[in-house]
């Protein structure tokens, strides 16, 4: 069983369109964390977030970490063909984290 | 920067015989490092935690006597499947914690076919 549950599983979307990848869960976690990893290579990191209810934005990207610290949301705006990748949300206690199943998000030109 | 690498990028050996990853920080000291595997189409699984000069804490499952875990120094820490079989070829992902939160930054993964 998963202890972070994201959705959708897969996502294929036209170039400059929106999406938008959930991460769930029951726990609570110290923080959470996006990463995106292409086919043969290791997560890239790309935020952490940690106080609940926090918002934070990489250029087109929006992180949002839910006010109990339970679950957060990725937002892209205006997708572009290099977003392709999986995404993974990654939840962290103890220092340990707990990774999603990943959303593998393709845009299409 | 936090920059993680492994070595090697990926590995073929003979079923029972025995492989070394290495993981190191490049430039950071790495507070605690991290194994994962990763097999195709699934999400990284945690393996073990390891200190630098003490015994990794492996997770429920995961045979230490099948992965050994060596945290030398503050920079580098060895994986070391030993007698290998086909259901450990996997894709094997180290990374290190910067500090003292728990941001993890990982390295490029080594792909490990036991033939």
């Known amino acids: 069983t998963q202890l972070l549950e994201q959705s959708p599983q897969f996502l294929s979307i036209q170039e400059g369109e929106n999406l938008t990848v959930y991460c769930n869960s029951s726990?609570?976690?110290?923080?959470l964390q996006w990463y995106r990893q292409e086919p043969g290579e290791g997560p890239v990191l790309l935020v952490t977030v940690v106080t609940g209810g926090e918002v934070k934005k990489l250029k087109r990207l929006t992180f949002q970490f839910g006010d109990a610290r339970k679950d957060s949301s990725l937002h892209i705006t205006a997708a572009q063909p290099g977003d392709t990748g999986l995404y993974l949300c990654?939840?962290?206690?103890?220092?340990?984290?707990?990774f999603g199943a990943g959303t593998t998000v393709t845009v299409r030109a | 920067g936090a920059v993680v690498s492994q070595h090697p990028s990926w590995v073929i050996c003979k079923s029972g015989t025995s492989v070394k990853i290495e993981c190191r920080s490049l430039d950071f000291q790495a507070t605690t490092m991290f194994w994962y595997r990763q097999f195709p189409k699934q999400s990284l699984m945690l393996m073990a935690t390891?200190?630098?000069?003490?015994?990794?804490?492996?997770e429920q499952g995961v045979e230490k006597d099948k992965f050994l875990i060596n945290h030398a120094s503050l920079t580098l820490s060895t994986l070391t499947v030993t007698s290998a079989h086909p259901e450990d070829s996997s894709f094997y992902i180290c990374?290190?914690?910067?500090?003292?939160?728990?941001?993890?930054?990982f390295g490029p993964g080594t792909r490990l076919t036991v033939l």
């Open positions: 726990s609570v976690f110290s923080s």
């Open positions: 990654a939840g962290a206690n103890d220092y340990k984290l707990s």
């Open positions: 390891s200190n630098e000069g003490s015994k990794a804490t492996y």
């Open positions: 990374s290190a914690r910067k500090g003292g939160g728990d941001t993890q930054y």
